[in-house]
């Protein structure tokens, strides 16, 4: 009579645990090889030879650290531009994503403004902000990185990310080593994502901060940061609410992923364009 494996396995517990250690060590020791792009998930070697076989692009993602509303996470903006980063990352490829930057201007501290207001947020002063990305970028020009693409997910510091990388190119000498920064990433999150949301009848839920956009856009990257049960239980949405016009009720994450879908494609459409363009090769020399 041949040995039946259910009885066998049945009998042996010993035996049964071993083999369910060594398949979950299994599973995380692939896991642990697999390829990532995020440069804090890389030892330095394995950036090096990164570099030796022509990953010269890097980009740095800014998020912050802001209230919006009772029922979005305050990381919104850091988990957004980290996990789409990623994603713009592999699409355009030979390009690593940096560890993203949590910490923005959002206002005064004394006394309290704009979103500082709120309990939650966390606010650094412009000229902090300016050289905290300026030093990071000086870490990776002399590593060996060409490009350094900055993209932000918050509107607040749009104007200055584009005056920084101004800065930095005009006043540092790191050779062929540039800081570029890429408006097309929020930019498509403005007008193109409002024109989608009113062609489908969203118009007026359509706001500045913690609205229908904001909603939809963290139901697609990650929905754990949205508390359903606090946006269904909701009896205003207004600024004493921190939320700032529209109806984000209405969100959902098929919207969300319409938008991110606009936010990638805007992205490595920029990218791709200035790579491959000739003025931009020549001043890479």
């Not at 201007?105 to 300016?130: K, Y």
């Amino acid at each position: 009579m041949k040995p039946n494996i259910t009885d066998f396995l049945k009998r042996n517990y010993s035996f049964r645990r071993l083999i369910s250690l060594f398949l979950f060590s299994g599973i995380i020791c692939s896991t642990s090889q697999a390829e990532t792009l995020r440069f804090d998930q890389l030892t330095w070697t394995e950036i090096n030879q990164k570099l030796r076989e022509g990953t010269s692009n890097i980009i740095l993602p800014i998020g912050g650290t802001e209230q919006s509303g009772p029922f979005i996470a305050v990381g919104k903006h850091t988990e957004r531009v980290s996990i789409l980063s990623e994603k713009i990352a592999e699409t355009v490829g030979h390009t690593l994503v940096a560890p993203p930057i949590a910490f923005v201007p959002e206002g005064n501290t004394n006394p309290r403004t704009s979103h500082m207001r709120f309990p939650g947020t966390i606010s650094i002063p412009p000229s902090v902000f300016s050289e905290l990305i300026t030093s990071t970028t000086e870490s990776f020009c002399v590593q060996g990185f060409k490009n350094i693409f900055l993209i932000g997910d918050h509107g607040g510091y749009q104007k200055q990310l584009q005056s920084i990388s101004h800065n930095f190119n005009q006043k540092y000498n790191y050779g062929n080593c540039r800081l570029i920064y890429i408006p097309d990433y929020y930019q498509a999150t403005q007008q193109p994502f409002d024109l989608l949301l009113k062609q489908q009848g969203y118009g007026n839920a359509i706001g500045q901060h913690a609205d229908i956009k904001d909603t939809s856009l963290m139901l697609a990257t990650n929905p754990e940061y949205v508390r359903l049960n606090n946006l269904h239980q909701a009896t205003r949405f207004d600024p004493s609410m921190g939320i700032y016009g529209g109806n984000p009720r209405q969100a959902s994450k098929t919207l969300g992923e319409a938008g991110i879908t606009l936010q990638i494609k805007a992205t490595v459409t920029a990218i791709k364009n200035l790579l491959n363009s000739a003025s931009f090769k020549e001043k890479g020399k």
